[in-house]
């Protein structure tokens, strides 16, 4: 049987296409959308849902942002790709407006978070060598327990995630894995051929886990203390998800480089970088390191939109405001044993003997509201940053009923 993507396909078609072509890497809830707007998704059957996930921070602004829209529409009228052979108008634009506005020095784009993670790694190393001097080929990095950066083969030789790294190997060296929110194991790791220190300000993947309050700030003091750059993954943490602009800025400390990705791409596209110190960016030669798409044209539009949005601060003051609400909510839920996060980004982790994560969510979905398990137990809450007051109640009040019926 033949089928085609039209009003008469049922979302049960779809999943049956999806099943018998695709290769079977995700496990979605058994929901197809069709459309979008703001903080709602549309499904091929016609039903609304409360989008309760905002793509894990691709969709800070929400869907179809008009001003990323708008940005998107002029730019694929007059130039989509053009490679790095060359120079365009919106290149040289992009990274000055995403310098300035993050307070730094000079802008690597890329394409997925994952790249903009592997890109960082090789800068490190090679500020390690010529810099640090370090011995060729001996330089490491320190990573956290519990890590997400992504899933290529060289990240997933320093994640501590069995799925991810089973039946992957023989996995990349130059690599130490310490506790995360341990700042004496990770003191206890630095050696004179560490290049750097790789963590995320709050661990997304992990459960939405903060660190204890000193714990940024000394990373950053053990850095300073033995010459090893700080890279922060703000990949799902930045662009205004914590309430400010980055989520290590809530502790008054700087990283030497940051890796952003998902929100920056407005939910339009994939569009990442990273961000930092010129001494440190600026070592890379032509030749040394590129990306075909990396940059282009339309991208680096909708990164400036992107930019644009953020500069006004209304978004940061959105997630600070509905964040503690958010919050505030969900504490006084019965069936919930702690809620951990920062801004609009919470994770619920559900009360022994309540329902795993992935029934929590299909039980969700069944009442209007999308979510996403992590880690068994926990539901990752991260609304777009667009969502009201009133429609924060609706999926709480849908959390309740399925945790507590």
């Not at 499904?43 to 894990?56: N, P, S």
């Not at 130039?79 to 307070?103: M, N, P, V």
């Not at 009442?367 to 999926?395: H, N, S």
């Amino acid at each position: 049987m033949t089928l085609t993507a039209d009003a008469t396909t049922t979302a049960r078609d779809h999943i049956a296409l999806d099943e018998r072509w695709s290769t079977h890497n995700y496990h979605p809830l058994p929901v197809v959308l069709a459309e979008a707007e703001g903080a709602w998704v549309t499904d091929v059957d016609g039903r609304r849902y409360l989008d309760f996930l905002a793509g894990y921070s691709a969709l800070n602004f929400g869907h179809r942002h008009p001003d990323l829209i708008a940005a998107a529409h002029e730019q694929l009228g007059r130039l989509t790709l053009t490679s790095r052979a060359f120079h365009h108008d919106q290149f040289g634009l992009f990274c000055r407006e995403l310098a300035e506005l993050t307070g730094t020095d000079m802008v690597l784009p890329a394409n997925s978070g994952a790249e903009a993670v592997e890109s960082a790694v090789k800068i490190a190393r090679k500020w390690a060598y010529q810099v640090k001097g370090v011995p060729a080929g001996t330089a490491e990095i320190i990573v956290a327990g519990s890590n997400f950066h992504g899933r290529t083969t060289t990240i997933i030789s320093f994640s501590t995630d069995t799925v991810a790294r089973n039946d992957f190997g023989p996995f990349t060296p130059g690599f130490k894995v310490v506790p995360y929110g341990d700042a004496e194991a990770l003191r206890a790791a630095v050696t004179d051929r560490t290049a750097a220190v790789l963590i995320e300000p709050i661990q997304g993947e992990a459960g939405v886990i903060v660190p204890p309050a000193d714990y940024l700030p000394e990373v950053r003091r053990i850095c300073d203390e033995h010459s090893v750059l700080f890279i922060a993954d703000e990949i799902q943490s930045g662009l205004a998800r914590t309430g400010d602009l980055l989520a290590l800025d809530h502790s008054g400390v700087r990283a030497d480089l940051y890796t952003l990705g998902k929100a920056l791409g407005g939910g339009i596209m994939p569009v990442s970088a990273v961000i930092g110190r010129r001494d440190v960016l600026g070592l890379l030669q032509p030749g040394e390191h590129g990306s075909t798409f990396g940059g282009n044209p339309l991208a680096c539009a909708i990164g400036r939109a992107v930019v644009k949005l953020l500069a006004t601060g209304e978004f940061q003051e959105r997630s600070r405001t509905l964040g503690a609400y958010l919050h505030s909510r969900l504490r006084e839920l019965p069936g919930v044993a702690e809620v951990r996060g920062r801004g609009l980004w919470a994770g619920v982790q559900i009360a022994p003997g309540g329902p795993t994560g992935r029934v929590a969510s299909e039980a969700l979905a069944e009442r209007g509201v999308l979510c996403k398990e992590t880690q068994d137990t926990t539901l990752r809450v991260a609304p777009p940053l667009v969502i009201t007051r009133e429609e924060i109640d609706m999926g709480v009040d849908a959390i309740a009923t399925v945790l507590h019926p």
